[in-house]
């Protein structure tokens, strides 16, 4: 990963067509790399290139200090069996899983190694509900001088103990 964020900003490569022909070829064969492992490699070197070319601070070329990586599920990783499986050899069993968000599509996920343990965040793909639009709703504005209510049709002002007070 550390190969791949380096080589992005040396060759100033900014676009993943140009970045796939310079590093895929590399990532597999001197690394050794699975396929679909080789791409989310350098999609994620890729990502935290741009990060740190739209940081005005820039002052370190980027480099990645925690082990993290990125997976798309099907070709990246599987859920099966209260297991998870990531493409290239490593089983995970499923200690905590929120069953409220099944229902909705699962989309890349990221594989942290923190504290001795491997944590597997899983993005969903939620839909965006439609605009709502309100109907029967009266606005309220209460000051100290006056209570004002309506809606878009009538608008009424009544005063207050303070300002008749005041008067």
Sequence with gaps: MNYATNKI??????????VHQELYGELKEW???????????????LANAKAWRRNPY???????TRLAMLS????GYRVKDECVEIIGGIKLKIIGWV??????EDREAR????????VLWIFKRMLRLKQYQPSGVIAIDINERKIVYG????NNDRDTAIDRAHR
Excluded: E, N, T, W
């Excluded at 798309?72 to 070709?75: E, L, P, Q």
């Design 58 to 64: 820039r002052v370190k070329r980027p480099r990645v």
């Design 99 to 104: 069953r409220r968000y099944d229902h909705y």
């Design 151 to 154: 809606d878009d049709k009538i």
């Design 31 to 45: 690394f050794g790399q699975p396929s679909r492992i080789a791409l989310d490699c350098y999609r994620d070197a």
């Design 111 to 118: 594989l942290v190694y923190r504290g001795g343990r491997m």
């Design 9 to 18: 900003p040396s060759l100033d490569l900014r676009i993943i067509k140009d």
């Design 72 to 75: 798309h599920h099907g070709s």
